[in-house]
């Protein structure tokens, strides 16, 4: 089984930064395109922006040239780092990957369990 486990979440006053780790465990042969979606109360699960094997990088308008993705395909991470937070950053924020668990299965998509990032002064 895959499990993904997400970190870094918190309270954070406006204008602030915080880092979230995203890392994948479990059996893993090849992992495709990562990213970041979050769902705030009531709302539904939103994309935040996403990243490819190679580094190109999407984002949501909402979150662009503040939020930037990065992975580090040596340890299997996807980060997300959040810059200039807003009150309406906040959100439970998930990772997700698209990871083949072997050579003979295709790709499927998992993800984290979430976690809370609260903007707030």
């Known amino acids: 089984q895959v499990q993904l486990v997400e970190s870094g979440g918190g309270l954070v006053q406006p204008g602030g930064s915080l880092r979230l780790s995203c890392i994948p465990s479990g059996r893993i042969f090849s992992i495709n395109d990562m990213g970041w979606y979050r769902q705030a109360p009531g709302q539904e699960r939103d994309l935040v922006g996403t990243?490819?094997?190679?580094?190109?990088?999407n984002y949501a308008g909402s979150v662009k040239g503040r939020f930037t993705i990065s992975r580090d395909n040596a340890k299997n991470t996807v980060y997300l780092q959040m810059n200039s937070l807003k009150p309406e950053d906040t959100a439970v924020y998930f990772c997700?990957?698209?990871?083949?668990?072997?050579?003979?299965?295709?790709?499927?998509?998992?993800w984290g369990q979430g976690t809370q990032v609260t903007v707030s002064s």
């Open positions: 997700f990957a698209r990871i083949r668990s072997d050579w003979t299965t295709s790709f499927n998509n998992y």
């Open positions: 990243i490819t094997k190679d580094g190109m990088t």
